[in-house]
């Protein structure tokens, strides 16, 4: 019954507007200013891409705490300190091997900034091209996750908890994470042949998106949600 009355909610007249409708598009902006200045100045991509990743989070914690979709789904003192923590640092280690191993795999055969067709074309286009090879990957692997009993034992992992929030967006097994982060990025962001601009940009795109596709709190974007 309460599944079904779960998959039954639709939601109505929002509590709160302003947190509804300019939650996301505020942190949007933000990014894409803290981007451009990123790249018009030349500073450290993966330091930006760090700490874009983390603010956000500090934002969507704030949100969902003040004004939760579903208080059931709050995160708790003790999902917190017995689960969450445990695989962000799992997920942090883990992510940064399979990033590791993606570099030094496509350094090995590939060009260390661009090659190919993809290299020459306008910025924007390659991280739209770079956005969609990732987001094709991605629901290939997520599919045959949720279709095979043995992907299946390591990836759901991350369905497991009964709550929704920003946090719980980082459990993951970590073998669910090498075959994300190194196969399906590797594959996206080092053999594609795109730019690095393009692929720190989509990066912080891809970021944002999974993030936010977790938070516990009404947020939508009118016509585009």
């Not at 500073?43 to 579903?70: K, Q």
């Amino acid at each position: 019954m309460r599944l079904l009355t779960l998959l039954c909610m639709e939601l109505t007249r929002p509590s709160n507007r302003a947190i509804t409708y300019g939650t996301y598009p505020t942190i949007a902006l933000l990014t894409a200013a803290v981007v451009a200045f990123t790249l018009r100045n030349d500073l450290n991509r993966s330091a930006v891409a760090a700490l874009l990743a983390i603010v956000p989070i500090v934002v969507a914690v704030f949100v969902e705490w003040r004004y939760p979709l579903g208080p059931e789904w709050r995160m708790t003192k003790a999902s917190l300190l017995s689960r969450d923590l445990p695989f962000i640092v799992l997920a942090i280690v883990t992510q940064r091997l399979a990033e590791t191993l993606a570099v030094l795999a496509a350094a090995a055969v590939m060009a260390t900034d661009g090659f190919g067709p993809l290299a020459r074309l306008p910025l924007g286009v390659q991280v739209v091209v770079t956005l969609l090879v990732f987001d094709l990957l991605w629901y290939g692997y997520h599919r045959a996750a949720h279709s095979h009993k043995r992907l299946w034992r390591v990836h759901g992992v991350h369905h497991a908890p009964a709550q929704l929030y920003a946090l719980m967006h980082l459990v993951f097994h970590p073998f669910d994470l090498l075959a994300s982060r190194f196969l399906v990025a590797a594959i996206a962001f080092q053999f594609t042949g795109a730019t690095s601009d393009a692929i720190f940009i989509a990066v912080v795109i891809i970021g944002l998106q999974q993030m936010i596709s977790h938070v516990n709190a009404d947020l939508r974007v009118g016509p585009l949600n």
